[in-house]
């Protein structure tokens, strides 16, 4: 299957400050996915971006297909931020990354 | 619309106990994925299902788990006999067609004593 990694694993952030979380993937997708897991375990759709680059508030995402790679932005980071940001690569059936564990402090 | 509904939100069973996991897609909907998360292994794949038919089970950890989706609107991941390895947060999730934007629901913790 598709290999897909996220880096870095682990992230400790004060409040305030940006940070750019990164998604490798091994071979050709259809579509790619954010996802943040809140610290109640559910997972909430950010960005459903394919190609290119899409904007929501103080998040953005880009993704370079013909490089395999795709990124996140989080600007001016708060504490409900906090939680862990998976990416998910679809081929016919969706594989997830092993994750991002953020932790926003005031 | 609802999003994605699942039930039960927690199960505590028995070792050796039947388990049932239902799902609700999200109305016109063609694709179901049956997703397990655990600590150690993350987020699988269990199944997926297209248009009701299921399309690929190979995530199905043992003849223990079987999944159905008997119409377009409801599926279910049941798990006999159950065991304690079992014990995790399942989640399902749906999208309009293959390779389109995906939404979870908000999964079952299952736990297996």
């Known amino acids: 299957g598709i ?4 880096s870095p694993p682990d992230l400790i952030l004060q409040e305030g400050a940006n940070s750019t ?9 259809n579509n790619l996915q954010w996802f943040h897991q809140n610290p109640w375990g559910q997972l909430i759709n950010l960005f459903y971006i394919p190609s290119g680059t899409k904007q929501n508030g103080r998040l953005s995402a880009t993704t370079v297909a013909t490089e395999r790679y795709s990124l996140l932005y989080i600007s001016s980071s708060q504490t409900t931020d906090s939680g862990v940001y998976f990416c ?5 059936k969706f594989y997830f990354g092993s994750g991002t564990k953020l932790n926003v402090k005031p | 619309d609802a999003g994605v509904i699942q039930s039960p939100r927690h199960e505590v069973t028995e070792m050796g106990q039947e388990v049932t996991l239902r799902c609700k897609p999200i109305s016109g909907h063609n694709s179901l994925f049956w997703y397990r998360q655990t600590m150690m292994r993350g987020l699988e794949l269990l199944i997926y299902f297209n248009n009701n038919v299921p399309i690929d089970d190979s ?11 008997p ?8 798990i006999q006999p159950s065991e304690p390895r079992d014990s ?13 934007e995906a939404f979870f629901g908000q999964g079952t913790r ?3 004593v």
């Not at chain 2, 119409?71 to 049941?78: G, R, Y």
């Open chain 2, 88 to 100: 995790a947060v399942y989640f399902c999730a749906s999208t309009e067609t293959m390779n389109t």
């Open chain 1, 21 to 29: 979380l990164r998604c490798n993937f091994s071979d050709s997708v």
């Open chain 2, 59 to 69: 995530g199905m950890p043992e003849d223990r788990f079987s999944a159905k989706m």
């Open chain 1, 3 to 6: 290999q897909v990694e996220q």
């Open chain 2, 71 to 78: 119409n377009a609107s409801f599926s279910t991941l049941k």
């Open chain 1, 88 to 92: 998910a690569v679809d081929f016919n």
């Open chain 2, 110 to 112: 299952l736990t297996v």
